[in-house]
């Protein structure tokens, strides 16, 4: 009974603590644009690898930043020898999580909701993803407007089977002055199998884009 106790509590902990380590990264690095986060605990070591847009704002001027982290997970978190490994995001568009957060910080610096969706947008299909969904909800207009929602997309996001597994997903907050609206973004990278599906993108694309580009012309002076 003890040994089932043991096993429940740290299959509950875990997960809670990998959420606070990843909570705790993303409030410290966030000049360095973190993309993804994967933690690997063994008996002897923290394995911590981080994908960033930036580096160098993670390693610091000769080491001493990553030193400084690596010191608090193991004072504040209780980690095992914590080791935190750093690459370079190679394409910053195929990164919901990047995308996410600069669709919220373009909506934080009081740029049109519906604009920065279709730019952001016509980005992550240029670099080839084959299909793209940004989905913004909140309080889109001015202060006193009501809550609703804002999506746009390009291409071909499965939604079901096995090739919907493989979507990249990330979900962000901009804060504003009528309330927070939320940012749902969901990738389909180039490397998605689809084995039922030709995928027609170009012809499809543009004339998602161009709609969307029409559709954002014809709202100019609105608030979204």
């Keep these: 009974m003890m040994v089932m106790e043991s096993i429940e509590k740290k299959f509950i902990e875990e997960p809670v603590l990998k959420y606070r380590i990843m909570r705790f990264l993303e409030e410290n690095l966030d000049k360095a644009w973190i993309a993804n986060v994967d933690i690997q605990k ?5 394995r911590i ?16 930043r990553i030193n ?10 209780k980690l095992e020898n914590p080791q935190i490994n750093v690459v370079e995001v ?15 910080k373009g909506i934080e610096m009081g ?3 519906r604009s920065v969706l279709h730019r952001l947008l016509k980005n992550v299909i240029e670099s ?8 913004a ?11 609703r929602s804002l999506k746009v997309r390009a291409g071909f996001v499965p939604k079901a089977g096995e090739p919907s597994k493989a979507v990249k997903r990330a979900h962000y907050n901009a ?50």
């Excluded at 080839?128 to 989905?135: D, F, K, P, Q, T």
């Excluded at 909140?138 to 407007?145: H, I, M, P, R, T």
């Excluded at 309330?179 to 012809?203: C, H, M, Q, R």
């Design 42 to 46: 063994s008996p002897v070591a923290t």
């Design 68 to 77: 400084e982290l690596s010191e608090i997970l193991r004072r504040e978190f």
């Design 49 to 64: 690898n981080l994908e960033v847009l930036d580096p160098s704002k993670v390693i610091g001027k000769k080491g001493k």
């Design 111 to 113: 740029k049109k909701v």
């Design 90 to 104: 190679k394409n910053q568009w195929l990164e919901p999580k990047i995308v996410a957060k600069k669709a919220a």
């Design 175 to 224: 804060m504003t002055k009528s309330g927070i609206i939320g940012i749902n973004v969901s990738i389909a990278t180039p490397d998605i199998y689809l084995p039922d599906k030709k995928i027609e993108k170009k012809s499809e694309e543009k004339k998602e884009l161009e709609e969307g580009q029409k559709e954002e012309n014809e709202h100019e002076g609105k608030g979204t």
């Design 137 to 147: 909800k909140g309080k889109l207009g001015a202060k006193g407007a009501k809550a």
């Design 128 to 135: 080839g993803a084959i299909g793209v969904e940004i989905v």
